[in-house]
């Protein structure tokens, strides 16, 4: 198994709690992944320096008025805690 450079699990650690702070104040946040061929498009849009790597961006705002809100059926298909938390070996769930 090939080793993933620390920096990346750390990216994505940060993005977690950009976005979970996000919702925190009420406003609606999405991550995004930039495919190879946008990535200079991105770089020149955001003046992104060369020898930096950008693995994807992050949107924040409100949600529009004229987008509905999500359903309930999101929240019906959202598997409970016991279901997905092993508690120090896997398949311990209490």
Do not use: K
């Amino acid at each position: 198994m090939e080793s993933v450079p620390y920096w990346y699990v750390d990216t994505g650690m940060a993005a977690l709690m950009m976005l979970l702070s996000a919702v925190d104040e009420g406003l609606d946040a999405c991550f995004f992944g930039i495919m190879p061929e946008q990535l200079e498009p991105f770089r020149a849009e955001f003046g992104i320096p060369g020898e930096y790597a950008p693995i994807g961006g992050i949107t924040v705002g409100y949600r529009s008025d004229d987008v509905p809100a999500q359903g309930a059926r999101i929240a019906e298909r959202r598997r409970g805690m016991d279901e997905v938390v092993h508690r120090g070996h896997w398949g311990l769930r209490n």
